[in-house]
């Protein structure tokens, strides 16, 4: 898919405003043991995930569709939600358990709760077992 000069454009500040908070997660990732991502595209987002017996990611999300990014583009009120995903793919089908830190938070406020609400999703993620995974979680995958 070809981009317009100006929805390239819009993207781009989205990513660039985004990675404003980069230092923060990786000093969450470092000091959790976790991996820092970074998903541009055209739905720039930013991911911590460590992958054990139960993979663990804290996901930092826009709350807006692709068209509502490409046409608006960076905004300081753009919402935000940060989602706590534990997961087992074994035995298949995989499952997949989300829970929201928060939600539909102003971009504006991110720098100064991030750190913390990291904190509060990983200790979320810690809580959940194997156990809950396969009794409450989403299927993921597909069996052989």
């Known amino acids: 898919m ?7 454009a819009r993207i781009q500040a989205v990513e660039a405003k985004l990675a404003e908070l980069d ?3 990786h000093d969450f990732c470092k000091r959790s043991g976790f991996t ?6 055209v739905w720039p987002r930013r991911k911590a995930w460590a992958r054990e017996e139960i993979d663990r990611a804290l996901d930092l999300v826009m709350d807006l569709t692709v068209p509502e990014v490409m046409e608006r583009g960076f905004y300081p009120d753009m919402p935000w939600s940060l989602r706590a995903t ?18 539909g938070l102003p971009f504006s406020q991110l720098a100064g709760i991030l750190s913390a609400r990291l904190e509060d999703g990983l200790a979320r993620l810690r809580q959940i077992s194997r156990e809950d995974i396969i009794a409450r979680g989403q299927i993921h ?3 052989a």
């Open 36 to 41: 820092f991502s970074s998903h541009v595209g």
């Open 2 to 8: 070809s981009l317009s000069p100006e929805v390239t």
């Open 141 to 143: 995958g597909q069996a």
């Open 86 to 103: 534990a997961s087992v793919m074994l035995p298949l089908p995989g499952r997949l358990l989300t829970e929201d830190v928060f939600q």
């Open 23 to 25: 230092p923060i997660l």
